[in-house]
């Protein structure tokens, strides 16, 4: 039972990483990022009760307030300020974009085969999800134009990091986890922060627009 | 728990809130000034410390000050100090010319010690969670500062800044995850499970396979901090958007704290899978550093960009003496670094000064003959150069020459000879590049009596680091010698205990 629900959560995590890459309206994207971390959460709080650790509890907790919730609304903020709702056309388009992500998702798979666990049991199917979706998210950043995109694929490959993090490991300690989640809201906000700046000097989010320095 | 590591943390802190806080001008550049100078003697002392014998540490060993953490805290330290004093010279300097508004004065005093303060967290952690932490604290307090100017390009150096740095750090997360998980278990509850000491511990019994993975993501994460090719990208824009204190503080300060992070995690490495996995990646690094850097000196067509270059040389170079494994290249890397943060500054002031004068740090603006125009800022620029390309008879060429020599006599001699090579070639580079700037009839000469080159903190500041690197070339304390040594028999013999 717990097997399943572990591994139905994290294909979920991935489905909604491929969403990503199939999605060009940016609240859409945001959305699936909030149900993204809302799974991260259930499968936090999942491996709580199976195992009794209840520090879990909290991290599934802070999953839920911080990246279900407050990230995205503060994300959709800066959207409705500046008025760019659409992902214009990316480097790659999406047919492309997902075939390549099917590839990086089989590699994931292949790299997780060397864990002590092996090729079977969850922790194969969490790890090899997470290196997708680590993956996916690197995809993403190199191949999208628009800086809140670029945040959301950042913090993808965080999340991916957190499914190692609470499903691999049997959990880091709790005062490194605080301070971790600490960190990337710190880190979102000024990325925000960043965004509005860029938006006011080019009146545009578009970051292939960033070209000026070389050399 | 020893106070002292508590107090030098604290110091900063309260320095930069000090700093934030809107105040009377020169009573927030004493704190500033007296601040920093603080953190810097209580450096010193728990250097001291450990010199006489005792491992200084608090939180249960969180925070612990072994060799290697000795001497990357005196260098913060000291690198924090300097450029908090030309930093508030730089200030008044742009002030002068109505560049500067009460918020950029309150950004500026309120994230230099906040970045102090990140960069001597990093520097005494034994926790690679709170290492983690740290670093990407720096990173959030010099965003800030690299977009201090409110240029078009800053925004676009900040930009790349930042998502180069978060992508690093997630990586260096998994990387530590990935290291935490090959304790399978053994490492033990709560905060202590993710000490360095206690990964050294237990090094022999990690899991060899995701240790293996864990490594080359930490290795990755914190070399992008470190600005190692081909994760070097964002380090030109940034240094060159930058103003110069805190340009100093990220090319000196934070490059030596990160290559602290690569070391940590290199050592629990050779200590689980012997020297060759890390050792070996880590002079792939190092040599592609200095490998794409000799070009682009060579191109080169700004000041502090140049200067970005050399930075990258620089930390590869440090990489290939880590990498090289023998005891002599890695004495020689501490050397270098040493002596590179001693030298940093200077190139970094007088480039800093120049372009203030010109209001550009690009060639083209600048022209030729900065002699004639500026030249107490032009001379201190040239002997930066000298120092900085590893010329006899300053520092960096005896720890160069230390680790070419162990790695012709070590198991490399094929990539110490590219190394020589590409040394050559980038000293040609910068040779030709500063020549080309400082020589030559001044562009105008009216200019020089109408703005003459300034003589106030700034300029001061300059003078004093360039006698401090000039005289540790030919007289390095006995103390700090000691400390470089200590650095050097951690990574070597493993420095578990």
């Known amino acids: 039972m717990t097997a399943n629900v572990l591994i139905l959560c994290a294909a979920g995590m991935l489905v909604s990483a491929y969403l990503m890459v199939g999605q060009k309206a940016l609240f859409t994207a945001i959305r699936l990022y909030g149900v993204q971390s809302l799974l991260l959460a259930v499968i936090a709080a999942t491996i709580a009760i199976s195992q009794n650790r209840h520090d879990l509890f909290v991290t599934a907790a802070l999953t839920v307030t911080l990246k279900t919730f407050l990230i995205p609304w503060f994300l959709m903020r800066v959207i409705d300020r500046i008025g760019i709702h659409r992902e214009i056309e990316p480097f790659l388009n999406v047919p492309a974009s997902l075939l390549v992500c099917l590839g990086l998702t089989v590699v994931g798979y292949r790299v997780s085969t060397g864990f002590p666990e092996g090729g079977q049991g969850v922790s194969h199917h969490l790890i090899g999800i997470a290196l997708s979706m680590l993956l996916i998210g690197l995809f993403l950043m190199v191949t999208r134009k628009k800086a809140i995109t670029q945040i959301l694929a950042l913090l993808t490959v965080e999340n991916a990091v957190f499914v190692v993090a609470v499903g691999v490991t049997s959990g880091m300690p709790f005062i490194v986890e605080l301070g971790i989640s600490f960190d990337v809201i710190l880190a979102v906000l000024v990325l925000g922060v960043l965004v509005q700046r860029i938006v006011g000097r080019f009146e545009s989010m578009d970051v292939s627009r960033l070209s000026k320095l070389k050399g | ?497």
């Open chain 2, 1 to 497: 728990m020893h106070l002292l590591l508590v107090w030098t943390l604290v110091v900063p802190l309260v320095t930069a809130a000090v700093g934030a806080v809107a105040g009377v001008r020169r009573f927030r550049e004493t704190v500033i000034i007296g601040g920093l100078a603080v953190t810097f003697a209580l450096c010193l002392a728990i250097a001291g410390v450990f010199l006489r014998g005792t491992i200084p540490a608090a939180f249960g060993d969180a925070l612990r000050v072994d060799g290697l953490s000795a001497l990357v805290l005196v260098l913060c330290g000291f690198i924090g100090l300097l450029s908090g004093v030309y930093g508030v010279g730089y200030l008044r300097r742009n002030e002068a010319r109505g560049l500067i508004t009460p918020r950029m004065r309150r950004e500026f005093f309120g994230l230099i010690p906040a970045y102090v303060f990140a960069l001597l967290l990093v520097s005494m952690s034994n926790n690679l969670g709170i290492l983690w932490i740290a670093v990407e604290l720096t990173t959030l307090a010099s965003v800030f500062l690299v977009t201090f100017h409110d240029r078009d390009t800053s925004l676009e150096a900040a930009w790349k800044f930042l998502m180069l740095g978060s992508l690093g750090l997630a990586f260096a997360l998994l990387g530590t995850v990935l290291l935490f998980a090959s304790g399978q278990g053994q490492l033990g509850e709560g905060m202590a499970a993710l000490h360095w000491t206690r990964l050294m511990q237990v090094a022999p019994e990690l899991h060899a396979y995701t240790l293996r993975l864990g490594v080359v993501f930490a290795l990755i994460g914190y070399g992008t901090k470190a600005g190692l090719a081909p994760m070097h990208t964002w380090k030109p824009d940034a240094y060159g958007e930058a103003p110069s204190p805190a340009g100093v503080l990220m090319a000196a300060g934070m490059m030596n704290a990160a290559l602290y992070c690569v070391i940590r995690i290199h050592l629990i490495s050779k200590a689980s899978l012997g020297p060759e996995f890390s050792g070996s990646l880590l002079l792939t690094l190092g040599l592609l550093s200095v490998l794409v850097a000799t070009p682009f000196i060579v191109i080169q067509w700004n000041l502090k960009r140049l200067l970005a270059y050399s930075s990258i040389e620089h930390v590869g170079i440090m990489a290939i003496g880590l990498g090289l494994g023998a005891e002599a290249a890695v004495f020689g890397a501490f050397l270098h670094m040493t002596y590179h943060t001693l030298a940093k500054p200077v190139s970094f002031f007088a480039a800093g000064t120049i372009a203030q004068l010109y209001g550009s740090s690009d060639f083209a603006k600048i022209g030729r003959g900065t002699f004639g125009r500026a030249p107490v800022a032009s001379a201190l620029f040239v002997l930066a150069a000298v120092m900085i390309t590893g010329s006899p008879p300053f520092g960096m060429f005896f720890s160069e020459l230390i680790i070419l020599r162990a790695g012709f006599l070590g198991a490399h001699p094929t990539i110490t000879a590219v190394f020589l090579a590409a040394l050559v070639v980038l000293f040609c580079g910068f040779v030709y590049q500063v020549g080309r700037l400082v020589l030559g009839p001044p562009r105008d000469p009216a200019e020089v009596t109408a703005s003459p080159e300034p003589f106030d903190l700034g300029m001061g500041t300059a003078i004093v680091a360039a006698v401090l690197a000039v005289v540790s070339a030919f007289y390095l304390p006995g103390p700090m010698m000691a400390l470089i040594r200590a650095a050097t028999h951690v990574v070597w013999s493993g420095g578990g205990a």
